[in-house]
């Protein structure tokens, strides 16, 4: 991990795209901008954290087995796919 110190005002340069400012120090608490792409995603880490575990959860859910949704459109009067 690279640790760099920086004062207000000062930034960081991540590659040619993002950029990191410290905006304001109050105390134990430092408000940081970024300035990256709108197609780059930027989360705190535990929002990222829950994104993660949704992401897993959703791909852990049992694939639905085709026969039976057949049986079932079937029997919802509708045509068979």
Do not use: C, F
């Amino acid at each position: 991990m690279l640790v760099l110190t920086r004062k207000v005002g000062e930034s960081i340069n991540i590659g040619d795209n993002i950029k990191i400012s410290i905006m304001d120090v109050k105390g134990r608490s430092v408000r940081v901008g970024v300035e990256a792409p709108r197609s780059m995603s930027i989360h705190r880490e535990e929002i990222y954290s829950k994104i993660q575990e949704e992401n897993k959860l959703a791909s852990s859910w049992q694939k639905v087995d085709m026969t039976s949704l057949k049986d079932l459109m079937g029997g919802m009067g509708g045509k068979k796919p």
